[in-house]
């Protein structure tokens, strides 16, 4: 099963903050859960976080599964926000997944509902570009606003 086969058109954008200095990590985040102990609360998003987090420490293997992961911290404190998975194991894979690959540990970061052009309604994923007009960085600087409120 793949995020074909699973609908997160309906699912919110969200803007994602770090909580210890409220810079923004990413303008299209979606609240999830980890595959392999759906107890534990994440975001994540579908396109690096350029510009906002890099990566810390070596990589290393979960102990649930065979993912290979490699935190990342935010560039503006260097507290670490999360992770990235560098090499998705076959169960995860074949779970049902939403293709994101970089992941938010929800005790680090806080989210904003991001709303739709008219500035109105909250974006869903099914109205949200695969690439967006404005670069993402465009995105960071208009929505620093919101994270500092």
């Known amino acids: ?3 074909n086969s699973c609908s997160f058109k309906d699912r919110c954008v969200s803007i994602l903050c770090c ?25 994540s998003t579908d396109i690096p976080p350029t510009n906002a987090v890099d990566f810390i420490g070596r990589c290393y293997f979960t102990k ?9 911290a935010c560039l503006k404190c260097g507290n670490i926000v999360g992770y990235h998975v560098i090499v998705p194991c076959t169960s995860c894979l074949l779970s049902c997944n939403n293709g ?10 806080y989210d904003i509902n991001r709303l739709d052009s008219t500035g109105v ?6 109205n ?3 690439i967006e007009e404005n670069t993402d960085e465009d995105l960071l600087d208009i929505s620093a606003e919101e994270c500092i409120r």
């Open 128 to 130: 949200l570009p695969e």
């Open 64 to 72: 649930i599964c065979k993912c290979k992961l490699k935190d990342i």
């Open 19 to 43: 909580k210890f200095c409220k810079q923004v990590l990413s303008s299209r985040g979606m609240k999830a859960v980890l595959l392999a102990d759906t107890e534990i609360d994440l975001f």
């Open 100 to 109: 994101h690959f970089w992941m938010f540990h929800s005790q680090a970061v």
């Open 1 to 3: 099963m793949s995020a």
């Open 121 to 126: 309604n909250v974006l869903l994923w099914g």
